[in-house]
């Protein structure tokens, strides 16, 4: 397995072997309960060795690329489309695949990286940087699936900002949010002015912070008048 590709090899699970009952006992040998479905084809409920699986979610790109599933020696093309984990532990608990077709579009959700913030003018006049977003759902085919969309920020300055469609998207690829009738064109990216600590003037001070030679408790004008 490498991050360019990444296979499962998964059990196909019985009809008896579905159900809250019987995930507890998958989970109990370590093996995490999942499911197949799209393509037009009838769902296919399936195990993954939890080592095997946990291995993976290692890795930003599992969650992007589409991925080879071996039920029982028949190959499947999936992505991942949800993910349950343990509240608690944050094993992985359940895990839905959504089957490719060739030709069909999917939406997917995809990292997006920002890259040049050290480079910035507007990092070097002390400004900072505030990333809205951390991933962004896309559409386009199977074959066109971007690991990750880069958004370089070299060149900005103090008050700059980046939008939706300031992205440049691989041939193929739409923003879905872009697409919609009432879709709204969002930053996703400012660079803000430096945060200045204000300092309040009228702010009582206490005495025991006034140095010594400031203080007078007329000790002075008693020893004049003598």
Do not use: W
């Amino acid at each position: 397995m490498s991050i360019n590709h990444f296979e499962l090899n998964a059990i196909d699970r019985a009809a008896e072997l579905q159900g809250k009952g019987a995930s507890r006992r998958l989970r109990k040998q370590n093996l995490v309960p999942a499911i197949i479905y799209g393509g037009n084809e009838e769902p296919t409920a399936i195990s993954i060795k939890l080592n095997e699986l946990v291995k993976s979610l290692e890795f930003e790109a599992f969650f992007s690329h589409i991925l080879t599933i071996n039920v029982d020696g028949e190959e499947h093309q999936a992505v991942i489309k949800d993910l349950q984990r343990h509240p608690a532990k944050g094993f992985p608990m359940h895990a839905d695949f959504q089957r490719i077709v060739k030709g069909q579009k999917i939406h997917m959700n995809v990292p997006v990286h920002f890259t040049g913030r050290e480079d910035a003018p507007g990092t070097a006049a002390a400004g900072v940087l505030s990333t809205l977003v951390s991933d962004i759902e896309i559409i386009c085919l199977p074959s066109q699936l971007p690991e990750y969309l880069e958004v370089d920020v070299s060149g900005m300055e103090i008050g700059d900002l980046f939008r939706l469609s300031d992205i440049k998207l691989p041939e193929g690829v739409v923003i879905h949010e872009l697409e919609l009738e009432d879709g709204h064109d969002r930053t996703i990216v400012n660079m803000q002015p430096p945060t200045v600590e204000e300092v309040d003037a009228d702010a009582d001070v206490d005495a025991d912070e006034v140095p010594a030679t400031e203080q007078n408790d007329g000790t002075d004008e008693n020893k004049d008048s003598e």
